[in-house]
Antibody, heavy 119, light 108 residues
Framework: QVQLQESGPGLVKPSETLSLTCSVS?????????WGWIRQPPGKGLEWIGS???????YYNPSLKSRVTISVDTSMNQFSLRLYSVTAADTAVYYC????????????WGHGTLVTVSS | DIQMTQSPSSLSASVGDRVTITCRAS??????LGWYQQKPGKAPKRLIY???NLQSGVPSRFSGSGSGTEFTLTISSLQPEDFATYYC??????????FGQGTKVEIK
């Protein structure tokens, strides 16, 4: 059973960097697949932040591209998100996921972690 | 960028009702669309993939249709556990995606 778990600080100060890690169990990231970060501000809809392939190739939402870095550590079976120069608008529940896209395979998501941007 | 317009934003319905939710894409996306259900405090759960394919384990009262720019999620007979928020997700620009704004299904 594939499981994903987000971890990182729940509170970040404005202008600082938000850093989250997604730990994957039950599946080796090195085996393939795309991995993604999605966020959801409180009471609002879902926004795709970006995706990474196991080789480290990244794809970012154009609206966030200038402030985002996603990386992968296959030795730790983890992938990470860094969002720079955060503001209150970046307060959200952040999910990591292994999207299945058009495949019939299961679509896996973490439980999500709330990150609040506040001084 | 591909924009997804989902309607309605909310609806009230009774148990047993037939419910239809629509997503319109700003450009053709073939059948690169999924439907998700989200309950409060939980991660989204995929119901439909490739516009009309039922995810394994999802009840058959859920169905999806459409191609190109117009897509529909139908719940044939609403059950108490179906009260939730539903999102469409286009992934034509794979491996990125864009969600619709969501439809909250509430109890009448």
């Amino acid at each position: 059973q594939v499981q994903l778990q987000e971890s990182g600080p729940g509170l970040v100060k404005p202008s600082e960097t938000l850093s989250l890690t997604c730990s994957v169990s039950g599946y080796s990231i090195s085996s393939g697949s795309y991995w993604g970060w999605i966020r959801q501000p409180p009471g609002k809809g879902l926004e795709w932040i970006g995706s990474i392939y196991h080789t480290g190739v990244t794809y970012y939402n154009p609206s966030l591209k200038s402030r985002v870095t996603i990386s992968v550590d296959t030795s730790m079976n983890q992938f990470s998100l860094r969002l720079y120069s955060v503001t209150a608008a970046d307060t959200a529940v952040y999910y990591c996921a292994r999207p299945a896209y058009s495949s019939s395979a299961a679509d896996y998501w973490g439980h999500g972690t709330l990150v609040t941007v506040s001084s | 960028d591909i924009q997804m317009t989902q309607s309605p934003s909310s609806l009230s319905a009774s148990v047993g009702d037939r419910v239809t939710i629509t997503c319109r894409a700003s450009q053709g996306i073939r059948n690169d669309l999924g439907w998700y259900q989200q309950k409060p405090g939980k991660a989204p759960k995929r119901l439909i993939y490739a516009a009309s394919n039922l995810q394994s384990g999802v009840p058959s009262r859920f169905s999806g249709s459409g191609s190109g720019t117009e897509f529909t999620l139908t719940i044939s007979s609403l059950q108490p556990e179906d009260f939730a928020t539903y999102y469409c997700l286009q992934y034509n620009n794979y491996p990125l995606g864009t969600f619709g704004q969501g439809t909250k299904v509430e109890i009448k």
